[in-house]
């Protein structure tokens, strides 16, 4: 099974700062199939990038995502109020596909 | 639009079984996979397995392999998980979800609302 460990647990950040967000697969994914997602509480996940770098559809530009190796990047540029969620990346070159542990991006 | 309506939540005792059901509307129903994930409190995601759009093909994760069901209805375009078995760990929210991609290989589009499942004696 492939593990992916997202870091950090949890981000303290303010409006308009820029947050990075780690997620290291334990091994290589075929086709670089990651995905990101977006979990307000209470809420569904929302997908938000998908192959690693691709924007989903209506997903603001400020996200972006990017891949060197095992280890995938996501990138909120300028932070929103409604950008403070959870986030989780997720593998899909296995099935089924596994998940990270999260990361809570908090004011 | 497309949507995913599921079943309201339940209460099982240990060692009973739960079918939840998925209804998909606003899309080809046999264009796309359907996946089912769960979130136990507090926790992060956790995949249980798909059917392909024919159901001719379903697929488990390990660790649940031979408790959990999957299943569809075609003319009704509804999905359902059925969980045997059940453990206190189980207890979790449990969503249905829609494959982006027409493969096994795929992330997320559309989510179900999540249907809460409690087990407790």
């Known amino acids: 099974e492939i593990v992916l460990t997202q870091s950090p647990a949890t981000l303290s950040l303010s409006p308009g700062e820029r947050a990075t967000l780690s997620c290291r697969a334990s091994?290589?994914?075929?086709?670089?199939?990651l995905a990101w997602y977006q979990q307000q509480r209470g809420q569904a996940p929302r997908l938000l990038i998908y192959?690693?770098?691709t924007r989903a559809t209506g997903i603001p530009d400020r996200f972006s995502g990017s891949e060197s190796g095992t280890d995938f990047t996501l990138t909120i540029t300028r932070l929103e109020p409604e950008d403070f969620a959870v986030y989780h990346c997720?593998?899909?070159?296995?099935?089924?596909?596994?998940f990270g542990q999260g990361t809570r991006v908090e004011v | 639009q497309v949507q995913l309506v599921q079943s309201g939540a339940e209460v099982r005792k240990p060692g009973a079984s739960v079918k939840i059901s998925c209804k998909t509307s606003?899309?080809?129903?046999?264009?796309?996979?359907i996946h089912w994930v769960r979130q136990a409190p507090g926790q992060g995601l956790e995949s249980l397995g798909m059917?392909?759009?024919?159901?001719?093909?379903?697929s488990y994760s390990h660790k649940l392999q031979g408790r959990v069901t999957i299943t569809q209805d075609t003319s009704t375009t509804t999905v359902f998980l059925e969980v045997s078995g059940l453990r206190s760990e189980d207890t979790a929210l449990y969503y249905c979800?829609?494959?982006?991609?027409?493969?096994?290989?795929?992330?997320?589009?559309?989510w179900g609302q999540g249907t809460l499942v409690t087990v407790s004696s």
């Open positions: 192959y690693a770098s």
């Open positions: 979800t829609r494959g982006l991609i027409n493969s096994y290989l795929s992330p997320f589009d559309y």
């Open positions: 091994q290589s994914l075929s086709s670089s199939r």
């Open positions: 059917i392909s759009p024919d159901g001719g093909s379903v």
């Open positions: 606003g899309y080809a129903f046999t264009n796309y996979f």
């Open positions: 997720h593998q899909y070159a296995t099935s089924p596909g596994t």
